[in-house]
Antibody
Framework: QVQLVESGGGLVKPGGSLRLSCAGS????????MSWIRQAPGKGLEWVSS????????YYADSVKGRFSISRDNAKSSLYLQMDSLRAEDTAVYYC??????????WGQGTLVTVSA | QTVVTQEPSFSVSPGGTVTLTCGLS?????????PSWYQQTPGQAPRTLIY???TRSSGVPDRFSGSIVGNKAALTITGAQADDESDYYC??????????FGGGTKLTVL
């Protein structure tokens, strides 16, 4: 079972940038597609972005397309989310998730991103 | 824009059975959407219950089951317990790498 730990959240002003990281334990990190999922305060889960195991294909929700960029470094068992042009509505807890059979079978504990002046 | 629909809230008596559903604003849910279900309590990360329509995740008790009922995915909890009181989310695979979560169902056990 891969353990996932997110980091990099914090307070950022509208229009600013932030880079989230997700560290995976275990040698099997490179075998799985990975995703970022977020949850605004008091709201439901929202799929944000996914990346294939090799990093060759990336997918984004319309709400973040053109502003966020997902990447991974399998040698470091790490997943990243570069977030630019941040808006107040991007305020959320961001989770990384490991995909297995089209679903998430491992979740991190989440990192909070707050976009506010 | 695709909207995945869930009942906003549901109530069940202890020991009772409840079925939560997951539909599409346009069209029917099928096994090709690979429906999955997640349980979340306040302040915690989600826990995976069901994937690929009806496969229980490791450690999930067999009173949780998944299926397709009519044109929706369904999560049935048989013999509801107090600690089943949680938010439940479904997720559908929409193809081309895209995924959509439903708005979630708040389940009350009383």
């Amino acid at each position: 079972q891969v353990q996932l730990v997110e980091s990099g959240g914090g307070l950022v002003k509208p229009g600013g940038s932030l880079r989230l990281s997700c560290a995976g334990s275990g040698s099997s990190f490179s075998v799985y597609d990975m995703s970022w999922i977020r949850q605004a305060p008091g709201k439901g889960l929202e799929w944000v972005s996914s990346i294939t195991r090799s990093g060759s294909n990336m997918y984004y929700a319309d709400s973040v397309k053109g502003r966020f960029s997902i990447s991974r470094d399998n040698a470091k068992s790490s997943l990243y989310l570069q977030m630019d042009s941040l808006r107040a509505e991007d305020t959320a807890v961001y989770y990384c998730g490991k995909l297995y059979n089209y679903a998430y079978d491992s979740w991190g504990q989440g990192t909070l991103v707050t976009v506010s002046a | 824009q695709t909207v995945v629909t869930q009942e906003p809230s549901f109530s069940v008596s202890p020991g009772g059975t409840v079925t939560l559903t997951c539909g599409l604003s346009s069209g029917s849910v099928s096994t090709s959407h690979y429906p999955s279900w997640y349980q979340q309590t306040p302040g915690q990360a989600p826990r995976t219950l069901i994937y690929n329509t009806n496969t229980r995740s490791s450690g999930v008790p067999d009173r949780f089951s998944g299926s397709i009922v009519g044109n929706k995915a369904a999560l049935t909890i048989t013999g509801a317990q107090a600690d089943d009181e949680s938010d439940y989310y479904c997720m559908l695979y929409m193809g081309s790498g895209l995924r959509v979560f439903g708005g979630g169902t708040k389940l009350t056990v009383l």
